[in-house]
């Protein structure tokens, strides 16, 4: 294959990747506080057209429409936490609420609003420059990594910050001692209510950011129904990574890859049905979440900690 063509797909992996990778470390907080979010979907839906509305009635302004895009995530997922933390319902039911209500609210928005159904785009939008690095744009290959956007950049910053907070720092501490063991939390005098509230609050912010690059830098508009399941991609991709910052990045560039490579598929124009190109992120996940599952399965049962064991005995 082409360099200049591997460069193209390489790079096209980490532009699909960035919300994803969003997304799914906000999903990876909740689920390190004990906190089972699969609300991802609808936070960033929120986020999606929260951005439009902001940029519209700001003259264009992406910078505050992230903003105000990452705000109103974090304001919607309180409710998420309200129904979680104080009334104590079910996280599964309580996350298909906000989904749902999510896909409701945003219509009704884009109607009584703007006046317009399926999409909308602003009357002006100043998008986002690409940021050049010098060293690393004229290189083959390590070019992907040079021309992105600003969320990229800080999505990748996001992995080492994340990874920070909780194996090095007490906050961190603290969110995994509530997931692990909420009682043992509160003999240490940690507040498991008032951490799950925090990570829930992180976590629809970061999914904020994420609609809003799929709205303001992907796109230029807000459509219903825009988020297309990423959240659940994303949901899988920290589950598979097992809550760990940097796999569940690479995990997350994974499904990226096969996104893109299903793009490149359809433009060179093999007789493959689009449908089934569509596909394969989807088949991907399901195939992450078994391999996940099985492993899991395992390491309950002791196969795989005696297997470790033995090994270190010999």
Known sequence: MNIAIISDTLASTIRIATPLLLMALGGLLCQRAGVFNIALEGFSLIGAFAAIAVVQFTGGNVWIGLLGAAAVGAVYSSLYALFVTRF??????????????????????LRSMFEVQG??????IN???????????????????????????FAIAMVAV????????????NICAVGES????????????????QVILASGALCG????????????????????????NAFTAFVFGNA???????????????DAIGIRIELIGMNIPPSIIKMFPYILAIVALAISS????????????NKKKKEKLA
Do not use: W
Not at 92 to 97: L, N, P, V
Not at 145 to 152: E, K, V, W
Not at 244 to 258: C, D, E, Q, Y
């Open 209 to 232: 950011l994420a609609g809003a690059y799929l709205s303001t830098i992907s796109v230029s508009q807000f459509s219903e129904d825009m988020v297309q399941g990423r959240g659940f």
């Open 88 to 109: 104590k319902a079910n996280h599964i039911i309580a996350s298909i609420a906000m989904n749902t209500l999510a896909a409701g609210l945003t219509s009704y928005l």
């Open 162 to 173: 994340i990874y920070i907070l909780l194996f090095r720092t007490k906050a961190g501490l």
């Open 294 to 305: 099985y492993t899991m399965k395992l390491k309950i049962k002791g196969v795989v900690g």
């Open 182 to 197: 909420e009682d043992a939390a509160k003999t240490a005098g940690v507040r498991p209510g008032l951490v799950r509230l």
């Open 119 to 124: 999409a909308y785009s602003p009357d002006n």
């Open 127 to 153: 998008k986002l420059d690409m940021i050049q690095i010098p060293v690393l744009k004229n290189i083959p290959i390590l070019n992907c990594l040079s021309g992105q956007s600003i969320m990229t950049y």
């Open 244 to 258: 760990h910052p940097a796999a569940t990045a690479l995990v997350s560039l994974l499904f990226g890859f096969a």
